[in-house]
């Protein structure tokens, strides 16, 4: 018979497997070397991101000739008459535009998409995987490989230069990120709860929107912010769709768009101030919505993993 294996007794606190003491400063001097180096990280990342943006703000207070001889320079005069003219020069009709498609492409990307996660989490059919894998294999592709046969595709539907055509082209294009990051969310809501709404009498319908759909809002206010982001600072698309498609046609460029052509109506006029004033007015609406909801985007994100 073999000799029977001798179970190793574990180190004791403060030594190492090898019986090696280890000392309490050690551990110490190690966690404040790898905490001086992530907060030093951060604080350079954070700098990297605050600077421009603080420097894009300055410069919309600035003149012409300020900008040319200093451009880190503080403005000499402190005035909220440049936002004023970016506005009148179509800053305030790009932004309109822009609170149109929104107001309709995000909330229908949530619905569709929460309704879509919901079915492929929580019920089992034929097919059901391969649905779902089509949904993010969406995500895979870059949209420069789809402008060619979009375009084609909305111009027969006759939705070219509208804000409906706009609308559904962002509710495709958000749908596979939307999918993929509710089903992971819905698949750890407690089942418990679905299956009393089912004994109780409810359709799927009413489990859905009473029950379920309430337990996953901090997973809904995540995935919308990043939409409305995504979809508000969306460039190459509306490039693509909101063009005139004949002199009777009128403009319904968004923001992306509209600062493109302030830049290109200035010519030989520049008039930096006001193009820097606008880019201020297209980026302040998200920067203060991203900082009101950012305690529910942290929550949103980590309660799937908490649960």
């Not at 451009?71 to 932004?95: M, N, Q, T």
Request: no cysteine; aromatic share 14%.
């Amino acid at each position: 018979m073999s000799a029977p294996i001798k179970e190793t007794a574990p180190a004791p606190a403060g030594r190492t497997a090898a019986g090696v003491p280890v000392r309490p400063g050690d551990r110490r001097g190690e966690g404040l070397v790898l905490n001086v180096f992530s907060h030093g990280f951060l604080a350079l990342w954070a700098l990297l991101i605050v600077l421009p943006l603080l420097w894009l703000v300055l410069s919309s207070f600035k003149t012409d000739a300020q900008i040319g001889g200093s451009a880190f320079g503080w403005p000499e005069h402190w005035s909220l008459g440049v936002f004023g003219r970016a506005w009148d020069k179509g800053i305030g009709g790009y932004f309109l535009n822009t609170v149109i498609v929104l107001v309709f492409s995000v909330p229908l990307t949530m619905l569709f998409g929460s309704m879509a996660a919901y079915v492929l989490a929580r019920y089992r059919f034929a097919g059901n995987r391969l649905l779902y894998y089509f949904f993010v294999a969406g995500a895979m592709f870059p949209v420069f490989l789809a402008l060619v046969p979009l375009f084609f595709m909305v111009k027969r539907l006759d939705l070219l230069n509208t804000y409906q055509g706009l609308v559904l082209v962002y509710i495709a294009y958000s749908m596979p990120f939307t999918v993929f990051f509710m089903h992971a969310f819905f698949r750890t809501l407690p089942t418990a709860v679905f299956e009393a709404a089912v004994l109780d009498g409810a359709s799927h319908t009413r489990t859905f929107f009473q029950v379920m759909l309430p337990m996953a809002k901090p997973g809904l206010v995540s995935v919308g912010i990043f939409n409305t982001l995504g979809q508000w600072n969306q460039f190459i698309l509306p490039t693509v769709l909101m063009q005139p498609q004949s002199g009777s046609d009128p403009e319904r460029y968004v923001l992306t768009q509209g600062l493109i052509q302030l830049q290109q109506q200035q010519g030989y006029a520049t008039d930096l101030p006001v193009l820097f004033a606008g880019v201020t007015i297209a980026m302040l609406p998200m920067l203060v919505v991203y900082l009101s909801f950012q305690r529910q985007v942290q929550a949103g994100l980590t309660s799937a993993t908490l649960k």
